[in-house]
């Protein structure tokens, strides 16, 4: 086990997850700006820390883990497709 109490392989289980979740063109950023609304670092801070937890330079504790996947885990939202409402043009 790890020092905070997370065993090995649940940790190497979540960082690959975590990096396929958050693998798409801005999902990192997306996320950091979202834990910098939640707590006391800034977006930028997020994004490096974030970065050094996925190179495995930086071991999370457990509140981390959960505090990402419950991110990782809302519903996406998307804006209507305009074609699809028939008022484009009217």
Same mark, same amino acid.
């Given at each position: 086990?790890?020092?905070?109490?997370?065993?090995?392989?649940?940790?190497?289980?979540?960082?690959?997850?975590?990096?396929?979740?958050?693998?798409?063109?801005?999902?990192?950023?997306?996320?950091?700006?979202?834990?910098?609304?939640?707590?006391?670092? /800034?977006? %930028?801070?997020? &994004?490096s820390?974030?970065?050094?937890?996925?190179?495995? !330079?930086?071991?999370?504790? =457990?509140?981390?883990?959960?505090?990402? /996947?419950s %991110?990782?885990? &809302?519903p996406?939202?998307?804006?209507?497709?305009?074609? !699809?409402?028939?008022?484009? =043009?009217?």
């Amino acid at each position: 086990m790890a020092a905070d109490g997370i065993s090995r392989p649940y940790l190497e289980a979540w960082l690959k997850r975590t990096a396929k979740a958050l693998a798409g063109s801005g999902k990192l950023s997306e996320l950091s700006i979202i834990l910098a609304k939640e707590g006391e670092n /800034d977006a %930028v801070e997020w &994004r490096s820390r974030m970065q050094r937890i996925l190179d495995r !330079e930086e071991e999370p504790c =457990f509140e981390l883990l959960t505090k990402i /996947d419950s %991110v990782l885990a &809302r519903p996406v939202r998307t804006a209507a497709n305009p074609l !699809e409402s028939g008022d484009l =043009f009217t």
